[in-house]
């Protein structure tokens, strides 16, 4: 779970997009109780902010939350930094990924898309129809 990280001056400097940094990660349970609003805790409990039976009978609900911690070195004063978890994948990366997959060159009579709507944003939201077009 090494968290990722993008700087602004290393971007410039040495042309360097996102990468794996930390020291010190540890996950671990917490002693947090599991509450609907941070700021409630369990030992209140006169509170109706806690958390409500949504779990299935039989199984337990979770009672805690847990924590990632790790440390980061910066290696630039004035800098501007973004930390993930997971390398960011933009609506543009995928529309990107998209046209390629879908051109005709790749795959002519395999995959077909449309569009199925339009999300809040008013981008278009694409079906991807996957099957052998040529067979009857």
């Known amino acids: ?4 990280l993008y700087s602004k001056k290393e971007a410039e400097i040495h042309n360097i ?3 794996r940094a930390g020291y010190d990660i540890s996950y671990y349970q917490n002693n947090q109780p ?9 030992s ?4 109706k902010f806690m958390a409500s039976s949504n779990v299935a009978s039989g199984s337990k609900e979770p009672s805690t939350l ?3 911690s790790f440390k980061l070195s910066l290696k630039h004063d004035l800098d501007e930094v973004y930390v993930a978890m997971c390398y960011p994948y933009t609506y543009t990366d995928s529309i990107s990924f ?5 051109s005709p060159s790749e795959s002519p009579n395999i995959i077909r898309r449309t569009s199925l ?5 008013g981008n278009n939201l694409d079906m991807l129809i996957i099957t052998n077009f040529k067979s009857s």
């Not at 779970?1 to 990722?4: H, S, V």
């Not at 599991?34 to 369990?42: M, P, R």
């Not at 998209?98 to 879908?102: E, H, V």
């Open 34 to 42: 599991l509450c609907k609003i941070f700021g409630e805790t369990a």
């Open 1 to 4: 779970m090494m968290p990722l």
């Open 66 to 68: 847990y924590t990632l």
């Open 117 to 121: 709507c339009k999300t809040l944003a």
């Open 98 to 102: 998209l046209d390629k997959i879908c």
């Open 17 to 19: 997009g996102w990468y």
């Open 44 to 47: 209140d409990k006169n509170s």
